[in-house]
């Protein structure tokens, strides 16, 4: 073999190496966000859950979610095969209808101007992170506010997600929930 081929031979080995160390890092699945209005709209096709994200832009610990909770594959699997995911700026300026009502952001240029679907979904309690679920037919189901780690989290798309809810209460259906995340991380 000559010099000019184990060069080759080296960089084509060397570039399968990262290939297949890489790839994993590229194939992760993430969350499949999208638009509120998309999830209205798909869910009249094909009936799921609604989980909304009510964040804002200067919100750490919404960054936090994003950074570690929801890149999560546990997380992520449960959101995808359960859930329509919204990302919504609690703070947005566009006008969005939902149930024949038109909701605004009343002051769009002011700063810290709340939306007034956003003020809907929380109640009222405009806390960021918080997390809105809505069943197929979307009906209010539940807010979870603040920050929230894996295992939690996994607790709750659970329990809506697969309709646990419909049919055990919250305390029974934790006293017997078995975790999917690994044993460190399920703590």
Same mark, same amino acid.
């Given at each position: 073999?000559?010099?000019?081929?184990?060069?080759?031979?080296?960089?084509?080995?060397?570039? @399968? #190496?990262?290939?297949? +160390?890489?790839?994993?890092?590229?194939?992760? =699945?993430?969350?499949?966000? $999208?638009? *509120?209005?998309?999830?209205?709209?798909?869910?009249?096709?094909?009936?799921?859950?609604?989980?909304?994200?009510?964040?804002?832009?200067?919100?750490?610990?919404?960054?936090?979610?994003?950074?570690?909770?929801?890149?999560?594959?546990?997380?992520?699997? @449960? #959101?995808?095969?359960? +859930?329509?995911?919204?990302?919504?700026?609690? =703070?947005?300026?566009?006008? $969005?209808? *939902?149930?024949?009502?038109?909701?605004?952001?009343?002051?769009?240029?002011?700063?810290?101007?709340?939306?007034?679907?956003?003020?809907?979904?929380?109640?009222?309690?405009?806390?960021?992170?918080?997390?809105?679920?809505?069943?197929?037919?979307?009906?209010?189901?539940?807010?979870?506010?603040?920050?929230?780690?894996?295992?939690?989290?996994?607790?709750?798309?659970?329990? *809506?997600?697969?309709?646990?809810?419909?049919?055990?209460?919250?305390?029974?259906?934790?006293?017997?929930?078995?975790?999917?995340?690994?044993?460190?991380?399920?703590?």
């Amino acid at each position: 073999m000559t010099s000019a081929n184990k060069n080759q031979l080296t960089k084509l080995v060397l570039f @399968l #190496m990262i290939a297949i +160390f890489a790839l994993p890092a590229i194939a992760q =699945e993430k969350i499949k966000w $999208i638009s *509120f209005e998309e999830a209205v709209e798909l869910s009249e096709k094909k009936p799921k859950h609604i989980f909304i994200d009510v964040y804002t832009d200067w919100c750490g610990w919404c960054k936090k979610m994003d950074a570690s909770t929801f890149v999560d594959p546990v997380i992520v699997d @449960l #959101m995808n095969d359960h +859930f329509y995911a919204v990302k919504f700026d609690a =703070e947005q300026k566009d006008t $969005i209808n *939902f149930l024949d009502t038109d909701f605004v952001n009343p002051n769009p240029e002011g700063r810290r101007s709340s939306h007034q679907l956003a003020q809907a979904l929380l109640k009222g309690k405009m806390s960021y992170p918080s997390f809105v679920f809505l069943n197929a037919k979307k009906e209010w189901l539940t807010v979870l506010n603040g920050f929230t780690k894996s295992p939690d989290m996994e607790k709750v798309l659970t329990y *809506f997600g697969e309709n646990v809810y419909e049919k055990q209460s919250w305390e029974d259906f934790t006293a017997s929930f078995e975790s999917k995340l690994p044993p460190a991380e399920s703590q």
